[in-house]
Nanobody, 126 residues
Framework: QVRLVESGGGSVQSGGSLRLSCEYS????????MAWFRQVPEKQREGVAA????????IYANSVKGRFTISQDKDKRTVFLEMNNLKPEDTGMYYC???????????????????WGQGAQVTVSA
């Protein structure tokens, strides 16, 4: 069974930084990409950033480009999301996910992901 465990959420003021971590199990099924999604109440879950296991290609949502960085440490089986210059609109529950993307460019689409973590709350105050 694939397990994903997030950590590192919290509350910061606008302009601050946080780093989220997602430790994944040894078994990842047929997954070839890991991603971070976020969700606020009454809105659809949106893809924030993704990274492919092989090659390390990254994809970002336009709203976070230049502020967020996704990275991976394969030895530690961990994916990170470094979030800088946080804004109140970044507030939400952040989920780590593992999935398969055969296109190498569609990794922010929720439908590609079969495995999800429990979520980590990020709150940014003005």
């Amino acid at each position: 069974q694939v397990r994903l465990v997030e950590s590192g959420g919290g509350s910061v003021q606008s302009g601050g930084s946080l780093r989220l971590s997602c430790e994944y199990s040894t078994y990842t099924g047929s997954s070839n990409v890991m991603a971070w999604f976020r969700q606020v109440p009454e809105k659809q879950r949106e893809g924030v950033a993704a990274i492919y296991f092989r090659g390390g290609k990254t994809i970002y949502a336009n709203s976070v480009k230049g502020r967020f960085t996704i990275s991976q440490d394969k030895d530690k089986r961990t994916v990170f999301l470094e979030m800088n210059n946080l804004k109140p609109e970044d507030t939400g529950m952040y989920y780590c996910a593992a999935g398969y993307d055969g296109t190498s460019y569609a990794a922010l689409q929720t439908r590609l992901y079969s495995y999800w973590g429990q979520g980590a709350q990020v709150t940014v105050s003005a």
